[in-house]
């Protein structure tokens, strides 16, 4: 009897569906949408002018939720506050839940290491090496079993769930393989957004599936996407969206990456549930970018107004309108008077009346309007361009 000798790989028996193959024609339209949809935010979210303080303030806003994304969905229990204060070296975390704040603490070193690589050489070399840095990184002074060497590819068999990784001899091959068709994922001109989010989206699931380290794939799949996306030259807080939409909707993410290996098409309905949910990070991020322009521009309008008032009342109308600005909602007309230190002293020595008369002078000029629940500052006189709307018949 004859034997057959065959080349084949243990993986291409147990897991054929890796075989690295992405046919876009078969996105459905509306991922096509969401993505043209997510190039525009970007452009947007790269071109918001912002006061150095407040673009430092939202780049840490989001590393933190990133940071925190992407270790939450490995089971760490921070709050965003104590990952906050873990990143500003703030945090005073006891013994039991140090370990918590290291998980966080190599997150956020390992995002600068690559994004110190994509700024001193414009890119962040996908290679087998780099990878495996990117895990000792991920995996520095934690506790893990026996079996797992940080930094190294895993040379036992493993399972994750009800998922059977792929056999430990495939594991550096596949690792080496999925390199290679990240390198060569095609990045058109004028796309180059879009299509750097389908080649993030697409390194995500392979990694995951290929599982080549003992521990910390979950982690070191999503630094490799914020890595794609950074050389693509998209802002840094919009980076952080991929993990923070995983951490949010952790029970679909799982089911996703289950359904990606057990139904022929999976891999395109794992890429539509990540498209959408960056494209609604994305919105997310625009709005709070808008609202602290919206702020700014809302200040120099205040000043603007009172400039060349000459009133003795003007100052202090002007200063009871911005502390005003700065309340979340309506304030009742007896709270106005201590709102904050500055009108405090203004309105002490003066009375009630005065108060009123201060008030119905901002409402006359258009610059706070009343309700039921209190007065707030009018900001929509500096919304120039909201769509008219008309009010549906009663």
């Known amino acids: 009897m ?15 569906w890796l075989t690295f193959a992405f046919d876009l024609g078969r996105l459905q339209h509306t991922d096509w949408l969401a993505l043209g949809e997510a190039a525009a935010m970007i452009d947007r979210i790269a071109g918001a ?26 089971g760490n229990t921070l709050s965003e506050e104590e990952a906050r204060g873990v990143i500003d070296e703030t945090a005073a975390l006891p013994a039991s839940r140090a370990y918590l704040g290291q998980e966080i603490r190599n997150i956020v070193e390992a995002c ?16 087998v090496e780099s990878i495996e840095r990117l ?5 520095r002074d934690l506790e893990v079993e026996d079996h797992v060497a940080p930094g190294k590819v895993r040379e036992v068999n493993v399972s994750v769930g009800g998922y059977r990784c792929p056999d430990r001899r495939d594991a550096a091959f596949l690792l080496d393989r999925l390199c290679t068709v990240l390198n060569d994922f095609p990045l058109p001109d004028g796309n180059r957004y879009a299509f750097s989010i389908l080649k993030a989206v697409f390194a995500h699931l392979y990694f995951v599936w290929i599982h080549p380290f003992g521990d910390g794939n979950g982690r070191t799949a999503r630094l490799i996407e914020l890595a794609i996306l950074l050389e693509a030259g998209l802002p840094q807080p919009a980076c952080h969206l991929p993990s923070n939409h995983y951490n949010l909707t952790r029970t679909e993410y799982y089911r996703q990456l289950a359904r990606a290996s057990e139904r022929e098409n999976g891999i ?6 990540a498209i959408r949910g960056f494209a609604d990070g994305l919105r997310e991020q625009v709005e709070v970018i808008r609202e602290h322009q919206e702020a700014v521009a809302w200040v ?21 309108l911005l502390a005003l600005s700065r309340q979340p909602g ?6 106005l008077a201590s709102l904050d230190a500055t009108t405090a002293l203004a309105y002490a020595p003066l009375s009630d009346r005065t108060l009123l008369r201060d008030v119905e002078a901002l409402a ?8 039921p629940d209190g007065v707030r500052a009018n900001r929509e006189r500096i919304r120039a361009f909201l769509p008219w709307r008309n009010d549906p018949p009663s």
């Open 268 to 273: 395109y309905g794992f890429a539509s549930y």
């Open 300 to 320: 120099n309008f205040v000043h603007e107004q009172f400039r060349e008032s000459r009133g003795a009342g003007a100052p202090r109308q002007r200063d009871l």
């Open 330 to 335: 309506p304030v009742p007309v007896n709270r």
């Open 364 to 371: 006359r000029r258009g610059l706070l309007s009343s309700g």
């Open 2 to 16: 004859t034997k057959t000798v065959t080349n084949q790989r243990p993986y291409e028996r147990t897991h054929p």
């Open 112 to 127: 600068n290491l690559v994004g110190g690589e994509i700024a001193g050489h414009g890119r962040f070399a996908l290679t």
């Open 135 to 139: 895990n000792a990184v991920v995996l």
């Open 49 to 74: 002018p912002l006061d150095p303080d407040i673009a430092e303030e939202v780049h840490k806003l989001y590393l933190a939720r990133g940071a925190l994304a992407t270790t939450a969905i490995e």
